[in-house]
Structure formats: C-alpha cells, structure tokens
Nanobody
Framework: QVQLIESGGELVQAGGSLRLSCTAS????????MGWFRQAPGKEREFVAG????????YYADSVKGRFIISRANAYNTVYLQMNSLKPEDTAVYYC????????????????????WGQGTQVTVSS
C-alpha cells in the first residue's frame, strides 16, 4: 500500500514563505505524476500544482502561478511545494496526491484523476 506523508505546514504571516514536502513509500514514485491540492473550510478540494513523473511538465492553478513552485526529487521519493508571497486566502489543508498512470507526461487537475492521497498538512496565513 502506498503511503504519502506531507510535512512543512505551519502558521506564517502574509508575504512569507513555506516549503511543503511529501514523501512516498514504495518503488513506483518516480513513475507517477504528483500533485498538490488544498481544501479550505467549507470549500471543495482544489488543484494547486502538479509535476509529471520526470519533472518535465508542471502545471499551476491561476491563483498560485508565479508564487508557488512544484518540484520533485525522485531519488528521495519526495515532491515539494515552495510557496512564496503567501496570502491569507492560501490558508487551507494541503494534500499531496499521486496519479499511478506510469510515465505520463500530462498533469491532470481533477481530484478523481489521483489515486493515492496523504493525510494533509495545515497552512495558515495570518494577515
């Protein structure tokens, strides 16, 4: 069974930065597209950023484009989300997700496209 474990969420002031990490168990991480989603209270889970299996393709939600950077280190089974210029509206639980379609260069943005999920890490941005 694949496990995804997120870390790095905390309380930060507006304008600050955070880096989230997600480490996966198992031998197939390097074959999969990885995504970050977030869910604020009372809202649906939404796509934030995704990266293809080899890092060759990335895709961002318009709301974070230019502020967030997704990257991966396949040697460490880890995907990162560098979040800069944080805003109060970025406050949410952030989830890491894996799409187990192997060696796929596309990055999908729908919750249903992803097969494995982490437990989430809370990011709170104060104004």
């Amino acid at each position: 069974q694949v496990q995804l474990i997120e870390s790095g969420g905390e309380l930060v002031q507006a304008g600050g930065s955070l880096r989230l990490s997600c480490t996966a168990s198992g031998p197939f991480f390097s074959r999969w597209t990885m995504g970050w989603f977030r869910q604020a209270p009372g809202k649906e889970r939404e796509f934030v950023a995704g990266v293809s299996w080899n890092g060759g393709s990335t895709y961002y939600a318009d709301s974070v484009k230019g502020r967030f950077i997704i990257s991966r280190a396949n040697a460490y089974n880890t995907v990162y989300l560098q979040m800069n210029s944080l805003k109060p509206e970025d406050t949410a639980v952030y989830y890491c997700a894996a799409d187990n379609l192997e060696f796929n260069n596309a990055v999908y943005t729908q919750v249903d496209d992803y097969d494995y999920w982490g437990q989430g890490t809370q990011v709170t941005v104060s104004s």
